[in-house]
């Protein structure tokens, strides 16, 4: 079993950055694509951003484009998301993901493409 611990949430201006970071551990073996998704108070899980494997595909929402960056270390099992120019709309718990495939496929965003999820992580942009 995989298992996913995301870190790095936090209060942050408008404008202001943070970056997420998500741990795996457990029984680590194959490829894992990785996701990012969040999900704010009375709205539906939403896809973030996805990497492949090993690093040289992501995938990202139209909403956080040019903003936000998703990156992983494979040496250390983990995966980043880094997020700049923050917006009060980016206000969600933050969720990583994992499922094993080598790359994102076409309904990356979907929440029912993961296998693996983490506990979640709280950013809130506000002033």
């Known amino acids: 079993q995989l298992q996913l611990v995301e870190s790095g949430g936090g209060l942050v201006q408008p404008g202001g950055s943070l970056r997420l970071s998500c741990a795996a551990s457990?029984?680590?073996?194959?490829?894992?694509?990785r996701g990012w998704f969040r999900q704010a108070p009375g709205k539906e899980r939403e896809g973030v951003s996805c990497?492949?494997?090993?690093?040289?595909?992501?995938k990202y929402a139209e909403s956080v484009k040019g903003r936000f960056t998703i990156s992983r270390d494979n040496a250390n099992n983990t995966v980043y998301l880094q997020m700049n120019s923050l917006k009060p709309e980016d206000t969600a718990v933050y969720y990583c993901?994992?499922?094993?495939?080598?790359?994102?496929?076409?309904?990356?965003?979907?929440?029912?493409?993961?296998?693996?999820w983490g506990q979640g992580t709280q950013v809130t942009v506000s002033s």
């Open positions: 990497i492949s494997s090993s690093g040289s595909s992501t």
């Open positions: 993901a994992a499922v094993q495939s080598s790359g994102c496929g076409s309904s990356w965003y979907r929440t029912t493409e993961y296998d693996y």
């Open positions: 457990g029984f680590i073996l194959g490829y894992y694509a």
